[in-house]
């Protein structure tokens, strides 16, 4: 007797889903990185090297001495650069991340703003958020907060951050340019933020371009360049700057570099 194979489930393309549809696909994707962790790039389509792997073997490549580093901080990381490496995150400063995850940018920058400074993460994923705070508990971190929120509306305070940073989440977002606008106005005028994230080099495949598993791989979501850098400007910040690149194939990961005016 021959057995039929089930069809697979049909999923909605990108282009018919609602915001609030791919944030809630973005979620459950996140919530099992953190709880059953593994790559952002393991989706079923291809995300293209260098940025596919995860965990520990991802960040040592991209360059994190996680050294002294429990597991369940390395095992769910994901992103495509190091932000904290380029921002030269001062002593007692005040920084955001806008996607903290399980926690690793956020404790590297609490190591250099000290005591007296602060790091505050913001996830819209409870299961990252709460990996998050019993990782600051393992490593005996005071200075820094998780926050339960979604970026387009940041749980924060106006001007009242020094420096932002944010490794390969803005991409996610269904409205990048409000992602900005909120950026912008939770800086302290003169502020900075350093992103790095995956944009466009060509059109994607259209099968690539409509998934939502590819949404998810960080691939999907993701802006022209020039269109991604044209949002922040729009959004108010200036000195708007590529400072390094990795290309591969369709996509980039950009390292960029934006600043609050310190008049406005």
């Not at 069809?7 to 996140?30: D, H």
């Not at 920058?109 to 709460?130: F, L, Q, R, S």
């Not at 998050?132 to 005071?142: D, P």
């Not at 409000?178 to 080099?201: C, H, N, Q, W």
């Amino acid at each position: 007797m021959n057995k039929t194979k089930k069809p697979k489930p049909q999923t909605k393309t990108i282009n018919k889903m609602t915001a609030e549809e791919i944030k809630e696909t973005v979620k459950k994707g996140y919530a099992e990185v953190a709880t059953s962790p593994k790559s952002c790039c393991d989706a079923s389509c291809d995300c293209y090297e260098p940025f596919t792997g995860g965990g520990e073997t991802l960040a040592t490549s991209l360059g994190y001495n996680i050294e002294n580093m429990p597991k369940s901080v390395t095992e769910s990381f994901a992103g495509c650069g190091n932000p904290v490496a380029l921002s030269n995150i001062k002593e007692n400063e005040i920084v955001l991340d806008l996607g903290s995850g399980a926690g690793l940018d956020m404790f590297m920058a609490a190591k250099k703003v000290g005591n007296k400074g602060k790091v505050i993460g913001v996830d819209m994923t409870p299961e990252m958020v709460k990996k998050a705070r019993e990782n600051a508990e393992k490593l005996g971190f005071k200075n820094v907060e998780f926050r339960l929120g979604d970026i387009e509306n940041l749980p924060v305070d106006d001007e009242s951050i020094d420096v932002i940073i944010s490794n390969c989440v803005i991409n996610l977002t269904p409205d990048k340019p409000k992602t900005f606008r909120e950026a912008y106005r939770v800086l302290k005028p003169g502020g900075r933020m350093f992103v790095s994230d995956i944009v466009l080099e060509e059109e994607l495949p259209k099968e690539v371009k409509e998934s939502i598993e590819g949404y998810v791989a960080c691939v999907s979501g993701a802006l022209e360049e020039q269109k991604y850098l044209q949002a922040i400007k729009d959004a108010g910040f200036e000195d708007v700057t590529v400072i390094d690149k990795t290309k591969s194939r369709y996509i980039a990961s950009d390292k960029i570099r934006a600043f609050k005016p310190k008049n406005k």
